[in-house]
Nanobody, 117 residues
Framework: VQLVESGGGLVQAGGSRRLSCAAS????????MGWYRQAPGKERELVAA???????DYADSVKGRFTISRDNAKNTLYLQMNSLKPEDTAMYYC????????????WGQGTQVTVSS
């Protein structure tokens, strides 16, 4: 499974951005997908996750502002980010899992999101 993120860039605080993650390869094996982020000097954190059944989960810091979704017909995962804050600045990574209880198996190369104040 290959994952390629896009959509990052520079955005002003309060603005919006939509990230995309195009998946290819053995997509049929994928169950859950998620978005992680890592800021300089900080640990990587799970931002949002979505199961094969459509169930979602969010980090407390993004609840009500970010929305994760997937288009199975296009093999694409999205992250709609609204009301962005400077603390959202990070490298955002797309991830996919087969047996999700064991963690994520596949990762994209990341896309940088920078929120200016």
């Amino acid at each position: 499974v290959q994952l390629v993120e896009s959509g990052g860039g520079l955005v002003q605080a309060g603005g919006s951005r939509r990230l995309s993650c195009a998946a290819s390869g053995s997509i049929f094996r994928v169950n859950g997908m998620g978005w992680y982020r890592q800021a300089p000097g900080k640990e990587r954190e799970l931002v949002a996750a979505i199961s094969s059944g459509g169930g979602t989960d969010y980090a407390d810091s993004v609840k009500g502002r970010f929305t994760i979704s997937r288009d199975n017909a296009k093999n694409t995962l999205y992250l709609q980010m609204n009301s962005l804050k400077p603390e959202d600045t990070a490298m955002y990574y797309c991830a996919a899992c087969i047996i999700c209880e064991d963690g994520y198996d596949y990762w994209g190369q990341g896309t940088q999101v920078t929120v200016s104040s």
